[in-house]
């Protein structure tokens, strides 16, 4: 991690971490919210990176952090031994004696070689209620020396005496266009690739990364595919077994129905007049406007409605195999 320049969007809490290191008024807590892959590790290791940089903050451009003093060496290998990055045992929760560790306790000791002591703490909503009290008598009264930034997927899970002590900054979605640019950029993928990805992980950075990367996914997206080419002349034995392949994917069902979701949407889309460079699935053009000609905006209504109600209906629990019938029937 170079610095904020190299942060794709977020401008708006950029500018505000900018000004922050500018100006020395770095506040003692922050919270970064939105969901996974939106990059709130990235911001706050830039963020830390920059406030301890050993160049002097008027010589260096924006904010930025020189990236070649020995502080921005150490940030950059994640040795630097002012700027803790909490850790949990438990997958499912950071224990009180976790944060009272390597938190609350840790923060009497000050700086080892900054004037700054700065603690990252990820998948903070997953503090349980007796650490967050704990944190929350370190942010009543912190020393003048440390910045602590939560990493939340929801700050509503926090406590509210918490977040009220805290500068919230909510990352945002990326434009489809600023995802793509950076996937063909970074990655060296084909421009097919990199717009079905983007555009199927909505703005977050993140999960369009891993979808590029991930084979699982390019298998579920062909199976997916191979259903909607023929589902039309399937027999009920046919959609039986479709469905049966369907139910399978028992950890991708929400990217399954999500697929189906936006292929529909695309075709209702381009039934509607709209512009082919718009869609979703522009390297499946020849499919998505066949089925434009096949299907009636009546039929389209009842097949988005009907991927919602078999997205609830598995929310539910209801038979996997039965819910996929009814839903390739409706779509049949």
């Known amino acids: 991690m170079k610095g904020f320049r190299d942060i794709i ?5 950029i ?6 290191v500018r100006t020395g008024h770095a506040a003692h807590a922050y919270i970064l919210d939105g969901e996974k892959g939106m990059g709130k590790k990235t911001l706050a290791a830039a963020f830390a990176k920059a406030l301890q940089c050993e160049k002097p903050v008027e010589e260096r451009e924006d904010g930025e952090p020189c990236g070649v003093c020995h502080s921005c060496i ?7 031994p002012d700027i803790i990055n909490v850790t949990h045992e438990k997958a499912g929760s950071i224990s009180v004696d976790e944060i009272r560790t390597q938190v609350v306790n840790d923060v009497q000791i000050k700086p080892y070689s900054s004037k700054r002591k700065i603690y990252i703490i990820p998948d903070a909503c997953l503090m349980t209620q007796e650490a967050q009290n704990a944190l929350l008598k370190t942010l009543e009264e912190p020393p003048s020396y440390i910045t602590i930034f939560l990493l939340a997927d929801n700050k509503e899970m926090l406590l509210p005496t918490i977040v009220s002590r ?3 900054l909510s990352m945002r979605a990326l434009g489809t266009e600023d995802i793509v640019s950076y996937l063909q950029r970074e990655k060296g993928l084909p421009p097919h690739e990199t717009e079905t990805a983007a555009s199927f992980a909505r703005g977050n950075l993140g999960k369009a990364l891993l979808l590029t990367e991930s084979e699982d996914f390019s298998l579920l997206f062909e199976e997916v595919m191979r259903v909607l080419s023929g589902v039309r002349e399937m027999s009920d034995v046919m959609i039986s077994g479709a469905a049966s392949e369907a139910a399978s994917y028992k950890e991708k ?3 399954y129905l999500e697929i189906l979701l936006l292929w529909f949407r695309d075709v209702l889309y381009l039934k509607s007049g709209g512009d082919p460079e718009k869609a979703v699935f522009k390297n499946r053009l020849y499919e998505t406007e066949a089925s434009a000609e096949q299907y009636s905006y009546e039929q389209l209504g009842c097949i988005i409605e009907a991927i919602k109600t078999a997205g609830s209906r598995l929310k539910s629990n209801v038979n996997p195999e039965y819910t996929y019938e009814m839903l390739f029937a409706a779509m049949r």
Not at 15 to 20: N, Y
Not at 74 to 80: E, I, L, N, R, V
Request: negative net charge; hydrophobic residues 25%.
């Open 9 to 13: 969007g977020q401008e708006r809490s």
């Open 74 to 80: 150490m940030a950059d290998s994640g040795s630097h």
């Open 15 to 20: 500018k505000h971490i900018r000004d922050a």
């Open 253 to 255: 069902r929400d990217d």
């Open 166 to 168: 805290a500068v919230c």
